[in-house]
């Protein structure tokens, strides 16, 4: 049986905490919905990246929403799905995997964006795409479930996301495709990992026992 601790997924209620200030603090300084007043504060803008060198945008655009829609429709998906890949993964491989994730989605969609350099992009997409993609491998390794969790869901629920990003203006396409990308494969690394600590534990309490 799983002790309480295990069953407590701490680090993905704190990411959720931080996209929630970091929007009321955008909020109460400006608006989250000024294209411009998100640069200065830190969205991502590929001239900005890749010429200026300010690679801190990659992580800090991950932590900023533009209007309260954007928020809530990230957030929701993040902690419906998190707290099931923070378990599976660990506290800390999650927040690496969840970092990771977002800051390669970013700097892939900055790359993508050479030609549209004044465009300002920012949100967790990236970053909630890989992880959908990191529970992918996880149920894929894990014979199909995870969980509550079945692969069948996961793959109908990619399909209709990426479809309703598509048919929407607006929609940071290629940070949700990267993140995805990004999450499968660092998912399939980490969960292995993660396992294979998980069945060493469990060998060496019983050698004590």
Do not use: P
Not at 94 to 120: P, T
Request: some cysteine; proline content about 0%.
């Amino acid at each position: 049986m799983e002790s309480g601790l295990k069953k407590r997924a701490y680090v993905n209620g704190m990411l959720i905490a931080a996209n929630v200030l970091y929007f009321l603090y955008l909020e109460a300084a400006g608006s989250s919905e000024d294209a411009y007043f998100m640069f200065q504060q830190g969205a991502v803008m590929a001239a900005a990246v890749l010429e200026g060198r300010e690679y801190y945008r990659l992580l800090t655009a991950m932590f900023m929403h533009f209007g309260i829609r954007h928020l809530m429709n990230n957030m929701i998906v993040l902690f419906a799905l998190g707290d099931n890949l923070e378990r599976a993964l660990g506290h800390a491989r999650y927040l690496l995997f969840y970092l990771a994730c977002g800051i390669g989605a970013n700097w892939f969609s900055a790359l993508l964006m050479r030609s549209d350099r004044l465009i300002v992009s920012a949100g967790a997409s990236g970053a909630i795409f890989g992880v959908v993609g990191g529970l992918l491998s996880a149920v894929l390794m894990n014979k199909g479930q995870l969980e509550e969790l079945r692969a069948r869901q996961l793959i109908k629920m990619i399909v209709l996301s990426l479809f309703m990003g598509m048919a929407n203006q607006g929609i940071d396409h290629a940070a949700h495709v990267s993140g995805l990308f990004f999450g499968i494969v660092l998912g399939a690394v980490l969960y292995r990992w993660s396992k294979a600590g998980a069945r060493q534990a469990s060998e060496q309490k019983n050698y004590m026992e």
